[in-house]
C-alpha cells in the first residue's frame, strides 16, 4: 500500500470529511485534494511539492480521495505560517465535472445596469433570505450614492455592490487559513469551517467587501423565529461574511438570487468566457465599466451606464 | 422558474403553496416555500401574468413577521380606562367566547339604535366576506384604512373618462411616459411594484420623464427628472395644455370631435346650450352651418370658433378650454412651478410628438389607434387643497391627444360596465354602492347629510372619510347633522397613524365608545381598543379574490387569490381557523344577523342555484368559499382546486383590452356637471349653515395655490412634502425586521434636505432639527442631504415615526410621523374630494442632539 494507508487515520473520517458536509442534493465531489491531511494534528504535511502531487495523486489512493486531475491552475503551494512549511492550498475545482461533461471552463461575472436599477433593494432582501444571512450581515447591499452634480441635472444612483469575485482577488492571497477559496470557474468564497475571522480579507479587499459576524441575538431581541432556526445554524460566529456567488444555485443550472429577484432585470449574471452568453451580449450593447479597474484585481463585475458598444468579456480597453 | 424553485425543494417536509401577497395594494402572486411548518422564502408566481412573476423586496420580507413576538395570540380586553397613544391599555386576556359575546352583544345594541352607527373600517377589502357582512349588518365597510390620501384626483377622473377605478399607462406598448408626481416606474401606490416590473422588461424603448419635488426613486430611474414647486402641477400641466393646443396645434380633433364632449356647445353661464324641445345639448355643425342635437347626423362638428344660437354668443367646449389655457404661459407656467419654460414648451413638444396622433398599429390582425404617450399620477396630485382640479388637469393631458384605452395611452384597470346617459355621455352602469369610490357623473342629488363622514355633502367625490374626523371631531361646527359613531370595528388597518395625526386621531378614538380590533400584531391603534381579537397573517388566511384582474391591455387576466399556507401560532377558537372572515361570521351569528348576511353574499357574489345560501342555514366558511368559487369558475373549481392550484388565467379579447379603439359614448372634456352640483352644495350648506367652500366647482380645470403657496411669514421658507420608498408601505412593513434594517441603514427615518438649504442654515449631515408648521405643529429629526430635490423643499417618508413596540422594537420612536403635522382645517381641505392638503410650509431649526 501507499504510505497514505500507513498512516491512516481513519479513512472513514477523510471520507466523511470529503463528503458529508455537503448538502443534499450536490454532485458528490470532493472539496478538496488534501486539506485534511494539512489541518490534523499529524505532522504529515504531504505532498510537499507539485511534483510529490502529482506522483500521489497517480496512486490508488490519490485517485479514491483526489478524483481529479492536476491542473496547475487547480492548487497553489503556500508558505503556512503555524506549519512553518509550504502547503498545497487548493483551489475547490469544477475541473472534473466540466471535463466530464464535456464544458470550457467558465468564469462567472456579473454585470448591473445603472441605468435599470431603482434602489428598491429586492435583491438584497432576496440574498438575505436565499441565503439565510443573520442580523447586520448583507451580503448585498445597494447604496443610494450622493449626487455631485449641480441641482439642475442632479440625479439619484443607486449603485448594487457585493464581491467582485476577482481574478486577482487580494482576499484570497491575504487569508492565513485558506479558508478563502478561488474555484476555477472564478467564484470566490469563504470557507466558515475554515475561517477562524482574522479578517485579512477585510483588509485586503479594496471594496470594503467581507464583514464579519460576531453572533447575535436574532431579528426579534429574543427568541428566535422558526426560520432564524434552521437558517443560523450554517453561519459560524466570529466568520468573515461574504457573496459566494449562489454556487449551490449555480452548479445546478440556476441564477444568484439576486439576479432571479431583480424588478427591472438590472442585475444580470453569465459566463464572461462565452461569447454567446447573455452577460457578453450586454457588454456589447452597452457602455460598462469595472470598479476600481485600475487596482488590477479584474474584478467579475461590470456596471452598464448606457448605451455604446464594449466588447466581448468586457475587456474593452 | 416554477420548476426551478421546485426542484430544490427534495424532501417532504418542504412543499411549495401558490398564494397572493398583501405588503401592499399590488397584491402580487407569490409562491410561499414551507419547511417544517413555517414559511422560509417567497419567490413571485411565474405562472401569474398580472405581477409577471416578480415580487418585490416587501413581498420577499413578508414572511418573516409570521413568528412576531408582537402577534396577538389570544383575546384581549382594555383594563386601563385611559386611551392614548402609547398609553399602556392594560391587556387582560379573555377567552374567544367572552371576547365575541361582548363584541355581539355591542353589535346588537347598535343595529337597534341605527345600523350605520357601526363605523367598519377595513384595508384592502381582500376578505370576501367583509362587504356582504357589512350590508347584512345594514351598514358600508370602508376601505382603505383612514383613507385619507388616497385616490381623490385619480378615482372620480377614472371612473369618468376610463370607465374604471383607475388608470395606468400601457408599459408594453407606450413610448413616452411622464410621471407626474407618483414616482411611476419606481414605486406608485395602487401599482406599487408591478409597474416596476414592467417597465424594467421595456426599459430601453420608453422614456420616462418624472416631474417630482423630490428626485427619489422615480427621478434615480427615469431618463430625466424635472423638479417642480410642491402644489403647482396642475399650472405645468395646463402649461402642456396650452403649448399643445395653441402655440403647436397638437392635439387629436377627430378623437375630440366624436368621442367627447368637445363639440358640445357651451353658454355664457358655462352651461350646455340645449334644444329647447328635447333638451339634447347642441352641437354647431360646420358643414351646414346649424346646431343640431349631439344625436343628430353631423357632418363635420366644430370644435372652435364662436357661434350664435337664439340670440346668444356660444362656443364649443374645446373653444372654452383654449382659451381657457391661454394664460398658462410658459413664462407663466415658470413663474409659479419654478420650471423653466424653455422646459415646459420642450416637454410639451416630445409629449405631443411621442402621442403619434393620427397613427395606427395592428395588434393581433387588427388595425388600433396608436398613441404611445401616457401620463400617470397618483398621490403627489390628490393630497392637496385642489385635488379634484388636479385630476381635470392631468386627464385633460391625456385626453386632447386621444389616448384613452387605446394602445400605448392610459389603460383603465378594475373596469365596469357603462352605459350612456340623456346626454349622450359615458358613465358606469351600475353605481358601486356597497363601497365607494364612486362614479361622479351623473352627480349624486345633494341630501341632508346623515353618514359619519357628510358623504353627502360631496356629490361628485368617491368617498369622504377625512371629513369623518372633522365631523367627530367639530360636530357643533356641522350642526350635528353627521352620525357619530358607537362602535368603531377595525380588521387589518391602522387609523391612528394614517390618519390625520396623532391629535386628530387621538380625540376621534375618545369619543368612539367602543373600540374593536382585528389585528395580527399590537400597534398604534390598538392602543386605542377596547377588545382586540387575534387576526391572522396574510400567509395564514384563506381569501380567493372576488375576480380576474388586468393591467395594462395585456393579454391576459388572471384569478387567484390568498390561501392558509401555514396555521397561526395560536390554538384557533374552533376546529380551524381559516380566515379573519371566519370572526365576522361568527360575530353575525352571535348578534342574530347571519341571515342577512348570507342574502347579502347572495347579491354581491352573484350566487346562483345551487350556490345560493339559504336562510337558517349555517354554513362554515370553508363551505361559504367554496360556493363562491364554484359559482365563478365551475363545479370542479372549489375550495379543494383553489387550496391545491387556484390560478385561472384567460385571454382577453381586443374590445377588452383596448375599449377606446372601439364605439362608445362620448367622454368629459368639460366637466358641466360640476356647476349644478355646486349649486346644490351651496344651497344645502348655506340652509345648514355650515363652513364650506364651493369654490372648485368648475368645469374646466385651473391652477389654485394652496395655502403653502405664499408663506405666512419670511422663516417658514421651505416646503415639507412626504413620499414614498420602495421598501416600505403603509403600516404593513414598519414592524418587519428585515425591511427596518434596511431602512435603517439608508436613513429612512431622516428628514431629506438640499445641500444648499442646510447650508443657508448652518446645517451639516445628521444634524437634529426641529420642523415646525405655520399652523404650530412640531416635530424633531436628523437631517439628511442630497442634491436630488428641490431647493424648497423638505421630505419626510411616508412611513417613518412609527411608535408602537412591534415597529420600534421596544426602542424610541424614530423619525418624524408626517401626518401628525398636517392641520385638518378649512384651509387644509379640499371640498370637492375630501382631501387633506399635504403641502405643509415649515421653518427648520437646529437643536441639539436627542
Given amino acids: 500500500m501507499s504510505s497514505l494507508s500507513a498512516n491512516n487515520h481513519g479513512s472513514k473520517g477523510l471520507i466523511s470529511f470529503f463528503l458529508d458536509s455537503q448538502e443534499e442534493g450536490t454532485p458528490k465531489v470532493p472539496k478538496y485534494y488534501t486539506p ?56 475547490a475545482d469544477r475541473t472534473y465535472t466540466y471535463k466530464r461533461k464535456g464544458l470550457a471552463m467558465a468564469r462567472w461575472g456579473f454585470t448591473v445596469d445603472l441605468e435599470r436599477c431603482v434602489g428598491c433593494q429586492t435583491c438584497v432582501i432576496a440574498c438575505k433570505v436565499a441565503n439565510g444571512t443573520p442580523q447586520n450581515i448583507h451580503w448585498m447591499k445597494v447604496l443610494e450614492k450622493k449626487e455631485e452634480n449641480d441641482y439642475s441635472y442632479a440625479k439619484r444612483t443607486f449603485v448594487p ?66 426560520y432564524e432556526e434552521m437558517k443560523l445554524k450554517k453561519f459560524k460566529k466570529g466568520t468573515a461574511q461574504k457573496c459566494h456567488f449562489c454556487y449551490r444555485r449555480i452548479d445546478k443550472g440556476r441564477p444568484p438570487a439576486c439576479v432571479e429577484s431583480c424588478p427591472t432585470q438590472a442585475l444580470s449574471y453569465g459566463d464572461l468566457e462565452d461569447p454567446e452568453s447573455p452577460i457578453n451580449t450586454l457588454l456589447k450593447q452597452k457602455k460598462h465599466f469595472q470598479p476600481r479597474a485600475e487596482l488590477g484585481t479584474n474584478p467579475g463585475l461590470f456596471y452598464l451606464t448606457g448605451k455604446g458598444g464594449g466588447k466581448v468579456g468586457g475587456m474593452g480597453q | ?163 374604471a377605478m383607475g388608470v395606468t399607462p400601457d408599459m408594453p406598448v407606450t413610448r413616452y411616459v411622464l410621471a407626474e408626481g407618483g414616482q411611476f416606474g419606481a414605486v406608485g401606490y395602487r401599482d406599487t411594484m408591478r409597474t416596476t416590473f414592467e417597465t424594467g422588461r421595456n426599459r430601453e424603448k420608453i422614456k420616462v420623464v418624472s416631474v417630482d419635488p423630490s428626485c427619489g426613486y422615480g427621478g434615480g430611474m427615469a431618463d430625466e427628472w424635472i423638479p417642480i414647486r410642491p402644489g403647482t402641477d396642475a399650472a405645468f400641466l395646463l402649461g402642456l395644455v396650452n403649448v399643445l393646443i395653441n402655440e403647436l396645434g397638437i392635439y387629436d380633433a ?23 324641445d328635447t333638451r339634447k345639448p347642441l352641437i354647431w355643425d360646420t358643414a351646414e352651418g346649424v346646431a343640431k342635437p349631439f344625436d343628430a347626423s353631423l357632418g363635420d362638428p366644430a370644435i372652435l370658433g364662436s357661434y350664435r344660437v337664439r340670440e346668444q354668443q356660444v362656443r364649443p367646449a374645446f373653444q372654452v378650454l383654449a382659451e381657457q389655457v391661454r394664460k398658462y404661459t410658459p413664462e407663466e407656467v415658470s413663474r409659479i412651478t419654478s420650471i423653466p419654460a424653455a422646459t415646459v414648451r420642450r416637454i410639451a413638444k416630445e409629449f405631443g410628438e411621442a402621442a403619434s396622433i393620427g397613427s395606427t398599429i395592428t395588434i393581433d390582425g387588427e388595425e388600433l389607434p396608436y398613441r404611445p404617450a ?17 385630476g381635470f388637469a392631468v386627464m385633460l393631458l391625456q385626453t386632447i391627444i386621444g389616448g384613452l384605452d387605446v394602445p400605448g395611452g392610459l389603460i383603465g384597470h378594475h373596469r365596469y360596465a357603462y352605459r350612456a346617459t340623456e346626454d349622450g355621455l359615458l358613465t358606469i352602469s351600475d353605481r358601486p354602492g356597497p363601497t365607494h369610490p364612486t362614479c361622479p357623473y351623473p352627480p349624486r342629488t345633494v341630501t341632508l347629510p346623515t353618514s359619519i363622514d357628510l358623504f353627502e355633502l360631496f356629490p361628485v367625490a368617491c368617498y369622504s372619510r377625512p371629513f369623518a374626523a372633522k365631523a367627530i371631531t367639530e360636530p357643533e361646527k356641522y350642526k350635528n347633522v353627521a352620525l357619530q359613531p358607537k362602535i368603531l370595528l377595525q380588521r387589518r388597518s391602522n387609523m391612528a397613524f394614517t390618519g ?42 384563506l381569501q380567493p379574490r372576488r375576480g380576474f384582474v388586468a393591467y395594462t391591455g395585456t393579454k391576459s387576466a388572471v384569478f387567484y387569490g390568498q390561501k392558509p399556507v401555514v396555521k397561526p401560532p395560536f390554538d384557533p377558537p374552533w376546529d380551524q381557523l381559516l380566515s379573519d372572515g371566519e370572526i365576522l361570521l361568527e360575530l353575525a351569528k352571535r348578534a342574530e344577523f347571519l341571515d342577512d348576511v348570507y342574502a347579502a353574499c347572495n347579491a354581491t357574489w352573484n350566487l346562483r342555484p345551487p350556490y345560493v345560501l339559504e336562510p337558517g342555514k349555517q354554513y362554515s366558511y370553508r363551505e361559504l368559499m367554496d360556493r363562491m368559487l364554484k359559482n365563478m369558475h365551475g363545479p370542479d373549481k372549489g375550495v379543494d382546486w383553489y387550496l391545491k392550484e387556484g390560478i385561472i388565467v384567460r385571454e382577453r379579447s381586443l374590445k377588452e383590452r383596448y375599449p377606446g379603439a372601439y364605439p362608445k359614448p362620448r367622454i368629459h372634456l368639460y366637466h358641466e356637471y360640476m356647476i349644478d352640483a355646486g349649486r346644490q352644495v351651496e344651497a344645502m350648506t348655506r340652509k345648514l349653515d355650515i363652513p364650506w367652500d364651493t369654490s372648485d366647482y368648475m368645469p374646466l380645470a385651473e391652477w389654485r395655490p394652496c395655502r403653502a403657496h405664499t408663506p405666512k411669514s419670511p422663516e417658514f421658507d421651505l416646503y415639507l412634502i412626504t413620499a414614498k420608498a420602495p421598501y416600505h408601505a403603509f403600516t404593513a412593513t414598519g414592524s418587519n425586521p428585515f425591511l427596518k434594517e434596511v431602512g435603517d441603514r439608508l436613513g429612512y427615518d431622516c428628514l431629506l434636505m438640499h ?22 405643529k412640531k416635530d424633531r429629526g436628523r437631517v439628511k442631504l442630497t442634491t436630488g430635490i428641490h431647493p424648497e423643499v423638505t421630505v419626510v417618508w411616508g412611513s417613518s415615526g412609527r411608535w408602537a413596540k412591534a415597529a420600534t422594537q421596544g426602542g424610541e420612536a424614530k423619525g418624524i410621523h408626517f401626518n401628525s403635522l398636517l392641520t385638518m382645517d378649512d384651509e387644509h381641505m379640499d371640498f370637492v374630494s375630501a382631501a387633506v392638503d399635504c403641502c405643509l410650509r415649515v421653518k427648520i431649526t437646529k437643536v441639539e442632539g436627542n
Fill in chain 1, 161 to 226: 455592490v457585493r464581491c467582485n469575485h476577482c481574478e486577482n482577488a487580494p482576499c484570497v492571497t491575504s487569508c492565513p487559513t485558506g479558508a478563502i477559496v478561488k474555484r476555477a470557474d472564478g467564484i470566490v468564497y469563504i470557507d466558515q469551517d475554515v475561517c477562524i475571522g482574522t479578517m485579512a480579507c477585510m483588509t485586503a479587499c479594496p471594496y470594503y467587501v467581507p464583514s464579519r459576524w460576531d453572533g447575535a441575538e436574532g431579528y426579534y431581541k429574543g427568541k428566535l423565529t422558526r
Fill in chain 2, 1 to 163: 422558474m416554477a420548476q426551478a424553485v421546485a426542484e430544490r425543494v427534495k424532501e417532504a417536509s418542504t412543499h411549495q403553496v401558490r398564494t397572493q401577497c398583501t405588503m401592499c395594494l399590488n397584491h402580487c402572486g407569490i409562491i410561499a416555500t414551507v419547511e417544517d411548518g413555517t414559511v422560509v422564502r417567497i419567490d413571485g408566481d411565474p405562472d401569474n401574468t398580472y405581477s409577471l412573476g416578480q415580487a418585490c423586496v416587501k413581498g420577499r420580507a413578508g414572511f418573516f413577521t409570521l413568528d412576531s413576538p408582537h402577534r396577538v395570540t389570544k383575546p384581549l380586553k382594555r383594563t386601563n380606562p385611559e386611551k392614548g397613544p402609547g398609553v399602556d391599555p392594560g391587556w387582560v386576556p379573555i377567552s374567544w367566547d367572552e371576547a365575541l359575546d361582548l363584541v355581539a352583544e355591542k353589535l346588537k345594541q347598535v343595529q337597534k339604535e341605527d345600523c350605520r352607527k357601526l363605523w367598519f373600517v377595513s384595508f384592502d377589502l381582500v376578505c370576501p366576506i367583509e362587504i356582504p357582512w357589512a350590508l347584512g349588518f345594514g351598514t358600508y365597510v370602508q376601505p382603505f384604512s383612514a383613507d385619507l390620501f388616497c385616490g381623490n384626483s385619480v378615482h372620480p377622473i377614472a371612473f369618468l373618462n376610463a370607465f
Fill in chain 2, 374 to 390: 401616457s401620463v400617470a399620477w397618483y398621490r403627489g396630485l390628490s393630497s392637496h387643497k385642489h385635488a379634484y382640479l388636479n
Fill in chain 2, 755 to 776: 445641500r444648499d438649504a442646510a447650508e443657508r442654515k448652518g446645517l451639516k449631515e445628521g444634524d437634529w432639527v426641529e420642523a415646525e408648521t405655520d399652523s404650530g
Fill in chain 2, 500 to 541: 390625520g395625526g396623532k391629535e386628530i386621531m387621538t380625540e376621534v378614538f375618545r369619543k368612539v365608545p367602543f373600540i374593536v380590533s382585528i389585528t395580527s400584531e399590537l400597534e398604534e391603534t390598538t392602543d386605542f381598543a377596547d377588545v382586540v381579537i387575534p387576526g391572522l397573517h396574510y400567509l395564514e388566511d
Fill in chain 2, 254 to 276: 377627430p378623437f375630440l370631435k366624436n368621442l367627447t364632449n368637445a363639440p358640445y356647445l357651451v353658454g355664457v353661464d358655462g352651461q350646455y346650450v340645449r334644444d329647447p
Fill in chain 1, 36 to 91: 485534511s491531511l494539512l489541518r490534523h494534528d499529524s505532522v504529515i504535511s504531504f505532498p510537499r511539492n507539485r511534483k510529490m502531487f502529482k506522483s500521489f495523486s497517480k496512486t490508488w489512493e490519490g485517485i479514491l480521495f483526489c478524483k481529479f486531475r492536476l491542473t496547475s491552475q487547480s492548487v497553489r503551494f503556500k508558505r503556512n505560517a503555524t506549519l512553518g512549511m509550504k502547503v498545497a492550498v487548493p483551489y
